[in-house]
């Protein structure tokens, strides 16, 4: 466990501790009033062990009451979490299924626990405290290796009847498409998420090895990575950023969907894909604005990066904990 802090206890008496569950590692902080993250401490996600993962939460929330007082733990979780945010039904990267967690930690914190959806968590933290501030109707959609997604709506968090809505990335945009982990085919994440990228990149690199020379910088194709793209792309390379206009292409016309039923104000595109700024962003605006439903006849939302990053989960978890 490695612990940091960034600033002595405050001691304002409404402090909570968010956790973010990974497929790699467990992130926890102690959060103010303020979305201001005091201390931090991770460790390794324990793999295949339910028991395990509730273990390595309640150490890290024991590791930061030492030096905080605090009285709520919220912990985001990557799957779908029930309606009274207690349970996690199902988990695809962890060994969850229907797994009492809140009750779980709870009974070894004894402190009140809620668990919340992870990309829930990032879009509550990016509305009160980050990029969709001040915005009461809002969409956040995290592009990652898929794309996850968390609604605001009139300033709640919008959870759906069964508490599984916003999984935006599964949303159909081609018939009869690419085969989704989902079990669907032509899903949303499947052309605008950073598995996308790399899929279009290595699709260009097989069709013109000479064109994808730079990006390649001498890897093979099947070792392209997002990342690689991403550099390639900020360094100029053309064919690396016609693979961000191809997938900033299909986020923005997802937007433009999502706009016929919601009509937010703002969207923000958080994830890691994300750290590529304009690259992605600057084209899915362009498409956005193309695909919208009565184009210059109504108002249209921003299009913006989200300013939290990688602690976005864990502020949010943290804040929803003290709701
Ligand atoms: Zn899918």
């Not at 390595?56 to 979490?81: M, P």
């Not at 362009?286 to 939290?308: I, N």
Request: hydrophobic share 45%.
């Amino acid at each position: 466990m490695t612990t940091g802090s960034a600033a002595a206890p405050e001691g304002d008496g409404d402090l909570a501790i968010g956790v973010d569950v990974g497929g790699t590692k467990v992130a926890a902080g102690v959060v103010d009033a303020q979305g201001r993250m005091l201390a931090s401490a991770r460790r390794p996600t324990p793999s295949h062990a339910p028991a395990e993962v509730a273990d390595a939460i309640a150490e890290l929330v024991a590791g930061l009451r030492q030096e905080y007082d605090v009285r709520a733990v919220g912990i985001g979780a990557a799957g779908w979490i029930d309606r009274d945010r207690s349970t996690v039904l199902f988990a695809p990267n962890l060994a969850w299924r229907d797994e009492p967690l809140r009750d779980v930690v709870a009974e070894r914190v004894g402190l009140p626990v809620v668990v919340e959806n992870d990309a829930n968590a990032m879009a509550w933290a990016e509305y009160r405290f980050g990029a969709g501030r001040g915005q009461a109707d809002l969409v956040c959609v995290t592009v990652g290796t898929g794309i996850g997604g968390g609604i605001v709506l009139d300033g709640r968090l919008h959870r759906g009847a069964f508490g599984i809505g916003a999984e935006m990335g599964h949303m159909q945009v081609v018939p009869g498409g690419h085969l989704c982990g989902c079990g669907n085919h032509g899903c949303w994440e499947q052309y605008a998420s950073g598995r996308a990228l790399v899929r279009v990149a290595q699709e260009m690199a097989t069709a013109s090895p000479e064109a994808a020379r730079r990006m390649l910088a001498g890897r093979a194709v099947e070792e392209l990575s997002g990342p690689d793209v991403t550099a390639a792309a900020q360094d100029g390379d053309p064919a690396a950023v016609k693979c961000f206009e191809e997938i900033g292409h299909w986020l923005g016309q997802g937007l433009a969907s999502l706009t016929a039923i919601l009509d937010p104000g703002r969207f923000v595109i958080g994830g890691g894909v994300s750290d590529a700024g304009d690259l992605l962003v600057g084209p899915a605006r362009a498409q956005y604005r193309a695909g919208l439903s009565g184009r210059g006849h109504r108002p249209e939302a921003d299009v913006v990066v989200a300013t939290l990053g990688s602690s976005a989960g864990i502020v949010g978890a943290a804040d929803l904990a003290r709701r």
